[in-house]
């Protein structure tokens, strides 16, 4: 069965950087884009990037652009978030989902979701 | 602040129906047809429940249904059940530079 695994997360000072982690299994994850969606505590869902199936788009939200990178490696099964010049509103669980190629706009299959605290 | 409207909370009997609403505009919501819903228990990952409007991933109960009008989208719940209680997301596709936007969530209570 369809298996996310998010990684990666932490305690991490303003301004350092962090790199999370999603292992996927019992799917095809060519024919998936992929998204990273955060969830601040006790607060509701932020897309925050989303990544095609061969890798070759990306795009992010405007809270995030330019200090976050998403990226994909489609030998290993793999997607990664490297999250730059972190600040303290990036605080939360961020959630790795997989989107079907046939549609891309909704979010068919969650990881468990890895905490990211971003403090000093 | 969230770009779509959820109430906070509906709440219903073991049995009846409910409906969730969620509001956007016509960038978003009324402009395609790429709406879906999250179930959310808590401490856990959302769990997709309806999505392009209407259509209900394989594995999900008839019980939970979707709708839209202009720029409003519906979830109903029908047979209300204990394990119905949760949170409930939103979602849309949207033609601004977001990509995508959620509703705030609605609580479900289960009376």
């Known amino acids: 069965q369809v298996q996310l695994v998010d990684s990666g997360g932490g305690v991490v000072q303003p301004g350092r950087s962090l790199r999370l982690s999603c292992a996927a299994s019992g799917f095809t994850f060519t024919n998936y884009a992929m998204h990273w969606v955060r969830q601040a505590p006790g607060k509701g869902l932020e897309w925050v990037a989303v990544?095609?199936?061969?890798?070759?788009?990306?795009n992010y939200a405007a809270s995030v652009k330019g200090r976050f990178t998403i990226s994909r490696d489609n030998s290993k099964n793999t997607l990664s978030l490297q999250m730059n010049s972190l600040r303290p509103d990036d605080t939360a669980v961020y959630y790795c989902?997989?989107?079907?190629?046939?549609?891309?706009?909704?979010?068919?299959?969650w990881g468990q979701g890895t905490l990211v605290t971003v403090s000093s | 602040q969230s770009a779509l409207t959820q109430p906070a909370s509906v709440s219903g009997s073991p049995g009846q129906s409910i409906t969730i609403s969620c509001t956007g505009t016509?960038?978003?919501?009324?402009?395609?047809?790429?709406v879906s819903w999250y179930q959310q228990h808590p401490g856990k990952a959302p769990k997709l429940m309806i999505y392009?409007?209407?259509n209900r991933p394989s594995g999900i109960s008839d019980r939970f249904s979707g709708s839209k009008s202009g720029n409003t989208a519906s979830l109903t719940i029908s047979g209300l059940q204990a394990d119905d209680e949760a949170d409930y997301f939103c979602?849309?596709?949207?033609?601004?530079?977001?990509?995508?936007?959620f509703g705030p969530g609605t609580k479900v209570t289960v009376l």
């Open positions: 392009d409007v209407t």
């Open positions: 989902s997989a989107a079907h190629d046939s549609r891309w706009h909704s979010f068919d299959h």
């Open positions: 990544i095609s199936g061969d890798g070759n788009y990306k």
């Open positions: 016509r960038s978003d919501v009324g402009g395609f047809n790429f």
């Open positions: 979602s849309s596709f949207t033609s601004t530079s977001a990509l995508y936007v």
